[in-house]
T-cell receptor, first 111, second 115 residues
């Protein structure tokens, strides 16, 4: 079945860049998403990329997609303490229309 | 535009009871999806409604049901609650007519605790 995998934890220093990685198995993906979840809150849509694109930039966020390797990454430039949260990668399946989530990567930003 | 709203935000129930959760999508959105989030299983898709019809369903038992009204508001019901139903229930509204290209925007969730 369709699966999405992420590393569970990333720690960076304030001001550094953060790179969160994700792999997926679905060959029918239409869109891939990055969501952010802060403690006690719902999911905030950060950005998304159409499956035929290679890269998308949105202010401090850069999404890279390697469709051949089914690898997605989110780069956060100049990471701030307010970026500390759990980041979820999600695949919108073209076969089922369902959103499949990874386990989430906890980003810790140290001052 | 106002975002997705969910009520109530917190609920405490006991085993065997039933519960109804409510979700109001973003104005103009016609699809509503529900997800369950637990520490052990992560985020799992429950079901999706579009124009009052269930369009998609996840792998949950029949105790979990939902419906959508003509104004696109949706309710989710869980009957005969079990301890394992304790979770954050998230609702998402979609801006497209096709599941396969529908970007979803999430509400704050309802935290359900079953004692």
């Amino acid at each position: 079945g369709e699966d999405v995998e992420q590393s569970l934890f990333l720690s960076v220093r304030e001001g550094d860049s953060s790179v969160i990685n994700c792999t997926y198995t679905d060959s029918s993906s239409t869109y891939l998403y990055w969501y952010k979840q802060e403690p006690g809150a719902g999911l905030q849509l950060l950005t998304y990329i159409f499956s035929n694109m290679d890269m998308k930039q949105d202010q401090r966020l850069t999404v890279l997609l390697n469709k051949k390797d089914k690898h997605l990454s989110l780069r956060i430039a100049d990471t701030q303490t307010g970026d500390s949260a759990i980041y979820f990668c999600a695949d919108l399946s073209g076969n089922t229309g369902k959103l499949i989530f990874g386990q989430g990567t906890t980003l810790q930003v140290k001052p | 535009k106002a975002g997705v709203t969910q009520t109530p935000r917190y609920l405490i129930k006991t085993r065997g009871q039933q519960v109804t959760l409510s979700c109001s999508p973003i104005s103009g959105h016609r699809s509503v999806s529900w997800y369950q989030q637990t520490p052990g299983q992560g985020l799992q898709f429950l079901f999706e409604y579009f124009s009052e019809t269930q369009r998609n369903k996840g792998n949950f038992p029949g105790r979990f049901s939902g419906r959508q009204f003509s104004n696109s508001r949706s309710e989710m019901n869980v009957s005969t609650l079990e301890l394992g139903d304790s979770a954050l229930y998230l609702c998402a509204s979609g801006d497209g007519a096709q599941s396969r290209t529908d970007t979803q925007y999430f509400g704050p969730g309802t935290r359900l605790t079953v004692l």
